[in-house]
T-cell receptor, first 114, second 112 residues
Framework: NAGVMQNPRHLVRRRGQEARLRCSPMKGHSHVYWYRQLPEEGLKFMVYLQKENIIDESGMPKERFSAEFPKEGPSILRIQQVVRGDSAAYFC????????????FGNGTRLTVT | QQQVKQSPQSLIVQKGGISIINCAYENTAFDYFPWYQQFPGKGPALLIAIRPDVSEKKEGRFTISFNKSAKQFSLHIMDSQPGDSATYFCAASKGSARQLTFGSGTQLTVLP
């Protein structure tokens, strides 16, 4: 039973390029969350999605960032025109969505913007 | 209103000792309080979680103590082992959704 799968594990982009981060939730999980972790800091909530719907994007920067979770395929976090301040670890987590269900995290994508 | 404050930032404990990490929250609507353990290069892994209707929950060597009136909760690791050396995060959320608000983390080092 595979856990939450994220790829790539490491991603290097030059300033101005686009970054695409992928997340496949655990089997049976239809709720996906994205978090960002800056060096030496805790995780910050970015966006919460269910299949084909964005439920809460209150933590996501208004510009350059977008997320989707299509009916088929992984969830994608897209960062356009990356800047150095976007360098961070991006974690995806999933849950089945029931009241007492915990959140299961992937091992993250480390984005480095040069 | 949404903050979760965690202390200490770092903690060094001898093998066999008790590690204690504290968190305080402001939002009284929070009703789910998990603790996560994170090793370098890995994602956070759920250790133990508590809801405000109980004051204590124990799972193996890990215990959460919860003080609703003080809006504080803490993690106690009994008989700490070198393998427990990791970063620990407290978090909080409300309802069934898991938009967790995380503390800033505690780097625990257990000396052999």
């Amino acid at each position: 039973n595979a856990g939450v799968m994220q790829n790539p594990r490491h991603l290097v982009r030059r300033r101005g390029q686009e970054a695409r981060l992928r997340c496949s939730p655990m089997k049976g999980h239809s709720h996906v969350y994205w978090y960002r972790q800056l060096p030496e800091e805790g995780l910050k909530f970015m966006v919460y999605l269910q299949k084909e719907n964005i439920i809460d994007e209150s933590g996501m920067p208004k510009e350059r960032f977008s997320a989707e979770f299509p009916k088929e395929g992984p969830s994608i976090l897209r960062i356009q025109q990356v800047v150095r301040g976007d360098s961070a670890a991006y974690f995806c987590a999933s849950s089945p969505g029931s009241y007492n269900s915990p959140l299961h995290f992937g091992n993250g994508t480390r984005l480095t913007v040069t | 209103q949404q903050q979760v404050k965690q202390s200490p930032q770092s903690l060094i404990v001898q093998k066999g000792g008790i590690s204690i990490i504290n968190c305080a929250y402001e939002n009284t609507a929070f009703d789910y309080f998990p603790w996560y353990q994170q090793f370098p290069g890995k994602g956070p892994a759920l250790l133990i979680a508590i809801r405000p209707d109980v004051s204590e929950k124990k799972e193996g060597r890990f215990t959460i103590s919860f003080n609703k009136s003080a809006k504080q909760f803490s993690l106690h690791i009994m008989d700490s082992q070198p393998g427990d050396s990791a970063t620990y995060f407290c978090a909080a959320s409300k309802g069934s959704a898991r938009q967790l608000t995380f503390g800033s983390g505690t780097q625990l080092t257990v000396l052999p």
